[in-house]
């Protein structure tokens, strides 16, 4: 959707919900929502709140409410459908419902906030052992597991092979399937986190690294008058962002402790800026003396990859002014703020804010280095 132009054009959105297979809402849930609002963030689970007007009398507050039709692990799809495109927005779960009451005449309001899918792989704690299993073939392992709520694994294999074996290792997990497969993510530079879509009541479950490669988004403008299609943007430089990790491995021949060479981190993460912001800091990484060399270097990896982005941006933006849904996850192009901060970003998280007759999103930036690699971003 984010390639359809959606300017000027009205936007309809649709509601399903129910205990893990969804149907449309009633006419009298869809006609009382007041707002929607849906976070997705890089590594991290998208979180939502929609807000109904509570009628006296309607069915919400007198049949809906009373029978569960709210309740907690309640299924929520919603999509929108702008010029016959429709796209998946959330597929989550109601994790709290809260009411406001008012003696003001239609100011009591239901509000349900939600998680997405990954609050499934966060309900039980489970101690599991993985033998001769590389990271990424125990997370497909687990997610699995979740294939009845339309999860299809896009797992991509490690940067370093750490190909375990029985005799000298068995990696255990203990603790709930969300929280180890983000170990194993931290533990390799990588992100985890639930795309919904392409269809209602389908998610990809993608573990990897951040997707810094492939088509841009349409430019974000700012500061260009007429042609302007960003309210606002404000970037910043955190040059204590960067560190250099310090890590050692104990050759178990020699007994030497050899420190390991600082790792390149364009695998994964492709330079978006011309002048990389230097590592101003350096942290030791502890407990890497007795570990096997393949599962330090991705530590070190992971640890110089994950603190490399020390340009931040953040703004908002009027998604019809803008003319397309700016999506998280992905790259977008930035012109107008100066030659130090045009060109390239990658989008950490964008939060959805739709209320009758408007669409907003605030989203923010980030990069490893400033000035742009080109001096051409998508239009």
Not at 129 to 144: D, K, Q, T
Not at 327 to 346: I, K, M, N, Q, S
Request: hydrophobic share 35%; no cysteine.
């Amino acid at each position: 959707m984010a390639d359809e132009h959606v300017g000027g054009g009205p936007i309809h959105l649709t509601l399903h919900m129910g205990p893990r297979l969804t149907r449309p809402v009633p006419r009298a849930v869809s006609e009382a929502l007041l707002s929607a609002q849906i976070t997705g963030t890089a590594g991290e689970r998208s979180g939502f709140q929609l807000a109904f007007d509570l009628t006296k009398r309607g069915a919400i507050i007198e049949r809906l409410l009373p029978e569960g039709f709210f309740d907690p692990r309640t299924r929520v799809i919603l999509t929108t459908t702008v010029r016959g495109t429709t796209t998946v927005l959330l597929d989550g779960l109601i994790v709290r419902q809260e009411v406001g009451a008012s003696n003001q005449p239609g100011q009591t309001t239901l509000t349900v906030t939600g998680e997405d899918l990954t609050l499934l792989m966060d309900l039980e704690e489970r101690a599991d052992r993985y033998p001769n299993l590389s990271p990424a073939r125990r997370v497909e392992r687990i997610l699995v597991k979740y294939a009845d709520y339309g999860i299809h694994p896009d797992v991509v294999p490690e940067q370093i092979v750490q190909q375990p074996r029985e005799q000298y290792r068995v990696d255990y997990q203990t603790g709930t399937d969300l929280a180890y497969v983000n170990e194993l993510a931290r533990a390799n530079g990588y992100v985890f986190y639930l795309e919904p879509g392409p269809e209602p009541g389908r998610s990809t479950a993608y573990w990897g690294p951040q997707r810094r490669l492939g088509q841009r988004q349409h430019a974000l403008n700012v500061n260009m008058d007429v042609n302007s299609t960003v309210d606002q943007l404000t970037f910043a430089y955190d040059g204590a962002a960067r560190e250099e990790p310090q890590a050692r491995w104990q050759d178990p021949l020699t007994r030497e402790s050899p420190l390991i060479p600082q790792p390149d981190i364009s695998p994964l993460r492709p330079p978006l800026g011309r002048r990389a912001s230097p590592a101003l800091k350096r942290r030791r990484l502890s407990g890497t003396a007795k570990k096997d060399l393949a599962q330090v270097q991705a530590e070190a990896l992971a640890r110089a990859a994950t603190s490399a982005d020390a340009i931040s941006g953040s703004g908002h933006l009027d998604v019809n002014r803008h003319g397309y849904v700016l999506r998280p996850r992905e790259l977008v192009g930035v012109r107008g703020a100066g030659v130090t901060y045009d060109g390239d970003y990658y989008v950490t998280s964008v939060t959805h804010n739709l209320t009758p007759g408007s669409y907003r999103q605030n989203f923010t930036l980030s990069r490893e280095g400033l000035i742009a690699r080109s001096t051409t971003v998508r239009p």
